[in-house]
């Protein structure tokens, strides 16, 4: 049983791009493709694909990397709120991933959403990882 299924779920990811894979497969929860979603909006994996063919569904992230140079697109994935010691940002004390070059992730009232756009919104959140 995972006890947090997002560091399950980033760790996955994160051993896939080590391993140099092109496909990861995930187990499924709505929190999960919300962030695939994000994931894919901000251009950090090339395309995904929610699979329900058991109870509970798979996901089929097709991860990115440079043609060229075959670096992945995502450089560091760090879990930051956890079960233990949840961690909240507030329009006044948003966290700044790499001077703004990188996202946070954050699930707010209003679904899961980067840092900038939850910014715009004026609302916060729970910090859910860092992305860059």
């Given at each position: 049983?995972?006890?947090?299924?997002?560091?399950?779920?980033?760790?996955?990811?994160?051993n896939?791009?080590?391993?140099?894979?092109?496909?990861?497969?995930?187990?499924?929860?709505?929190?999960?493709?919300?962030?695939?979603?994000?994931?894919?909006?901000?251009?950090?994996?090339?395309?995904?694909?929610?699979?329900?063919?058991?109870?509970?569904?798979?996901i089929?992230?097709?991860?990115?990397?440079?043609?060229?140079?075959?670096?992945?697109?995502?450089?560091?994935?760090?879990?930051?709120?956890?079960?233990?010691?949840r961690?909240?940002?507030?329009?006044?004390?948003?966290?700044?991933?790499?001077?703004?070059l990188?996202?946070?992730?954050?699930?707010?009232?209003?679904?899961?959403?980067?840092?900038?756009?939850?910014?715009?919104?004026?609302?916060?959140?729970?910090?859910?990882?860092?992305?860059?």
């Amino acid at each position: 049983m995972n006890t947090d299924p997002i560091a399950d779920y980033l760790t996955r990811v994160r051993n896939a791009i080590k391993a140099n894979h092109r496909i990861v497969e995930i187990p499924a929860s709505n929190l999960k493709k919300e962030i695939t979603k994000v994931l894919f909006d901000k251009g950090y994996i090339a395309n995904y694909k929610f699979e329900d063919t058991t109870t509970q569904g798979t996901i089929k992230i097709a991860l990115k990397y440079n043609a060229i140079t075959k670096i992945p697109a995502i450089r560091t994935l760090t879990r930051i709120s956890k079960p233990g010691l949840r961690q909240y940002a507030g329009v006044d004390n948003m966290p700044r991933v790499l001077n703004g070059l990188g996202i946070a992730i954050l699930s707010t009232s209003k679904g899961v959403m980067t840092d900038k756009e939850a910014a715009k919104l004026n609302i916060g959140g729970e910090v859910l990882c860092h992305v860059y």
